[in-house]
């Protein structure tokens, strides 16, 4: 793959944006190619059922001593925001030298209101054989889990790193097939950047002197092109 820097370095050479005066900076293209990213990813998931992007950390549990000291696992990287917490791919219990709990007990995802309700149904209820989990922020929290568990594995679906955090000298976690479409949507960004009237602003930012253009911004493109939505069935 790829690495962030190789990505953005390009996008600026297409845009001959790689001089010294230029105007878009490379820090300015990079969050781009994190914002563009990041959506693609997601579509990218939530529509193929692969572990190519999924990650697997072992986490060790804390507890909340405002809610009765209720177990919860911190998440220790951002997660997509999807449908039913499809961020999280899997839970399961973590015992070293162990793995038969990945295939024999399962975390089911809840929320706070549908634990209420099943809490009366001994088939249903969370149980440590029936663990569940729900999310809040970045805390998962673990219902029907015994308190002697110390240690979860869970398996992710990460966001792509925020722009404070990224080592730009790393391959990007990107699908390979949506390079392009990644490409497409950074140089729509920046074209229309590079097309704004280039002003300066008196005081009272009500006046504007001497409008310009200083390239066309080209075709606007619908959200709805099937170019920036991959796999979307056509007629």
């Known amino acids: 793959m790829p690495t962030y820097r190789t990505i953005t370095d390009d996008l600026l050479i ?10 878009i900076t490379f820090a300015q293209c990079l969050w781009w190619v994190l914002l563009a990213g990041n959506r693609l990813k997601m579509l990218h998931i939530a529509k193929r059922e692969s572990g190519a992007f999924m990650t697997t950390f072992v986490v060790d549990t804390q507890t909340d001593p405002d809610l009765n000291n209720r177990m ?23 015992i070293p030298g162990e793995d038969s709990h990945l295939t024999r007990i399962q ?7 549908q634990a209420r309700s099943q809490s009366g149904n001994s088939d ?7 663990p569940h989990f729900y999310r809040e922020g970045y805390r998962l929290y673990l219902l029907g889990v015994d308190a002697d568990v110390t240690k979860i594995e869970v398996g992710l679906f990460l966001t792509l790193p925020d722009i404070t955090d990224v080592d730009i000298d790393e391959e990007m976690p990107f699908p390979h097939e949506l390079m392009l479409i990644l490409q497409r949507n950074v140089l729509d960004i920046g074209r229309w950047m590079l097309a704004m009237p ?14 310009m253009l200083t390239s066309d911004p080209g075709k606007s493109v619908s959200i709805n092109d099937p170019v920036l939505n991959p796999d979307t069935p056509t007629a």
Do not use: C
């Open 124 to 130: 249903r209820a969370p149980s440590p054989r029936n």
């Open 72 to 94: 919860y696992v911190t998440l220790p990287w951002q997660i997509f925001d999807m449908d039913l917490d499809a961020g999280v791919d899997y839970m399961a219990y973590f």
């Open 198 to 211: 280039a002003t300066k602003l008196n005081n009272t930012g009500s006046e504007r002197n001497q409008p």
């Open 107 to 113: 975390f089911w995802r809840t929320n706070p209101a």
């Open 14 to 23: 297409t845009l001959k944006q790689h001089f010294d005066d230029r105007e």
